[in-house]
């Protein structure tokens, strides 16, 4: 059974900086496209960022693009989102998903796979 487990997240100030870490087990991490999601209080998931099999494609929501940064390394099975500059409204529990098939996905429905989330919590 794949699994997908989110590590990394926690209290910062605005403007501070967190890394978050998606671990998989049960699959190979290589055959997977990989999103990271978030889950505002009372708003619904919304995507953050995605990333190709083979870090060929990346994609941002217009509200992080240029303070977070979406990589993986295929060797760890391991996606990461550098977060930087962080403000009061990325307050959100953070998922991981993965995609298996097809190419890059930013759709909810279009992922075969979530991790149970992390909290980030950014002060102000």
């Known amino acids: 059974q794949v699994q997908l487990v989110e590590s990394g997240g926690g209290l910062v100030q605005a403007g501070g900086s967190l890394r978050l870490s998606c671990t998989m087990s049960?699959?190979?991490?290589?055959?997977?496209?990989m999103d990271w999601f978030r889950q505002a209080l009372g708003k619904e998931r919304e995507i953050v960022a995605a990333?190709?099999?083979?870090?060929?494609?990346?994609y941002y929501a217009d509200s992080v693009k240029g303070r977070f940064t979406i990589s993986r390394d295929n060797a760890n099975n391991t996606m990461y989102l550098q977060m930087n500059n962080l403000k009061a409204e990325d307050t959100a529990i953070y998922y991981c998903?993965?995609?298996?098939?097809?190419?890059?996905?930013?759709?909810?429905?279009?992922?075969?796979?979530w991790g149970k989330g992390t909290l980030v919590t950014v002060s102000s």
């Open positions: 998903a993965a995609r298996q098939r097809g190419g890059l996905s930013t759709s909810l429905d279009g992922m075969d796979y």
């Open positions: 049960g699959g190979t991490f290589s055959t997977f496209a």
């Open positions: 990333i190709s099999r083979t870090d060929s494609d990346r």
